[in-house]
């Protein structure tokens, strides 16, 4: 019997994981952070130790009592990709476990990056496997299929079992024209839809956007027009994104370089991501670009900026407004960096709607207005899945079971609302799960 626990990410967009049960070994996909609810627990309180506890009852991170029973019979611990919804958990909650963790080289760097930066020791033995790749465990064997999404070596991972297979999908979109390494692994998916797929466990977060979400390179066109297309001789040029984008930070020092500007990544976050892509061979940035990870050397390196208008092209973090963030401390007295008239200040993202980040990116816009700037919003297209990306899919594996996660219940819904058009049933085998809840099959 197969039997899933939807332990985090069912009810929001955050603390992503999931647990599936065969027989007497149970697999645990994905440890996530809730991004919001961490960084409001960890800033609100002065806590020198984060207890996985309180980090639970904060909402912060999945809530494993779910799985208390099952606790003894996991046999590993699987993060899809390296965002922190799917592994950020890991560095608290793994070792209530006696497994491995399993994952793809760039997810590994970047937990170990983590687990070093914070001065964490795991129990668990941290293993990589490349993605389209598979390995026998007991009584199932694990799959890696290849992704694409916002960040590297992103992989759907098809546990095969005696009932079926499980297909566990979160995150994806399907690029057809990626910026960084190969289109997503089609061919993989369809086979899979000529064996038996008992269940698809799946992204929902854009399931009610009617469209099919625009490639990777779309938003490289977006970059190329705003970088090079708009005239920025002699101005302050600053872009933000999401440290973890790599394929987007290629574009930027790509077009960085065509603008005859010395290249300069500033923040905690693209050092650990720069860190991993380089150990793992997916991106050279070092000998392009200077990546500064201190305050210290960063309020020294933007003094001899500030005289040097022009020349330079600072990669920020700081694209939601993060307090904590480069950008954010250029704006208050830490870093404290003078803008003028019509310089340019590219956002490489969407500002992702929680109170808290709307909140925070109308003091930084606020704060950049004062000097009059151009700003340039949303230059951005989403690592996710949309409504016809997803019908895609769900023809290519033909699951006999759909479960939607990664979102809130308009999102999940949402999804198996496009099920039900295609001819599945609610309840029966679309199965719309909060937090907490267990499916047999
Ligand atoms: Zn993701």
């Known amino acids: 019997m197969v039997e899933i626990c939807t332990i985090g990410g069912y009810n929001e967009v955050g603390k992503n994981s999931t647990a599936i049960k065969i027989g007497d070994d149970a697999y645990v996909f994905d440890l996530g952070i809730h991004l919001e609810n961490y960084v409001k627990y960890t800033q609100d309180e002065d806590i020198v130790d984060i207890s996985p506890k309180e980090l639970m009852k904060a909402g912060a991170v999945p809530d494993i009592s779910a799985i208390e029973d099952w606790k003894n019979n996991v046999k590993m611990i699987l993060p899809t990709h390296a965002h922190l919804d799917h592994l950020g958990a890991i560095p608290y909650l793994a070792n209530n476990f006696k497994a491995p963790i399993m994952c793809t080289p760039f ?9 070093t930066e914070d001065k964490i020791k795991l129990n668990n033995k ?45 995150d994806f979109k399907f690029d057809l024209f990626p910026t960084l390494g190969q289109k997503p ?50 101005k302050h040029v600053v872009v933000t994104t999401f440290s973890s984008h790599i394929a987007r930070l290629k574009s930027i020092v790509e077009f960085g370089q065509k603008m005859n500007r010395k290249i300069v990544f500033m923040g905690r976050s693209m050092a650990k ?31 001899k900026i500030a005289k040097d208008r022009g020349k330079y092209l600072m990669v920020v973090t700081g694209h939601q407004g993060e307090p904590k963030s480069t950008l954010a401390k250029m704006m208050n007295n830490e870093l404290k960096f003078k803008f003028f008239p019509e310089d340019h200040i590219i956002f490489s993202c969407r500002t992702i709607p929680t109170p808290t980040n709307i909140a925070n990116r109308q003091k ?51 999804l198996a609302d496009l099920a039900v058009e295609m001819g599945y049933k609610k309840g029966q085998n679309v199965h719309v799960m909060g937090n907490g809840e267990r499916l047999k099959l």
């Not at 465990?137 to 290849?146: L, M, R, S």
């Not at 700037?373 to 899919?393: N, P, T, W």
């Open 107 to 115: 997810t590994s760097e970047v937990l170990k990056g983590i687990l």
């Open 126 to 170: 941290i293993r990589s496997m490349s993605a389209n790749s598979s390995f026998q465990a007991n009584n199932v064997k694990i799959e890696f299929v290849h992704m694409t999404h916002s960040t590297p070596h992103t992989v759907m991972i098809a546990l095969h079992t005696k009932e079926g297979i499980i297909l566990y999908a979160n």
């Open 185 to 234: 692994n089609f061919k993989r998916l369809e086979e899979l839809g000529k064996q038996k797929v008992l269940a698809l466990i799946c992204d929902s977060t854009y399931a009610a956007d009617a469209r099919k979400m625009p490639s990777e390179s779309i938003a490289k066109e977006m970059l190329r027009e705003v970088m090079l297309g708009i005239d920025s001789k002699n």
């Open 273 to 303: 991501y720069v860190r991993a892509a380089e150990a793992t061979g997916i991106a050279k940035f070092t000998n392009k670009v200077e990546v500064l990870k201190f305050s210290g050397q960063i309020k020294r390196k933007l003094k």
């Open 364 to 414: 930084l816009e606020a704060d950049l207005r004062t000097f009059n700037v151009r700003i340039f919003k949303d230059i951005h297209q989403s690592g996710h899945a949309a409504r016809e990306d997803l019908r895609d899919l769900i023809n290519l594996v033909k699951p006999q079971h759909i479960i939607p996660a990664h979102g809130e219940l308009r999102m999940t819904s949402a």
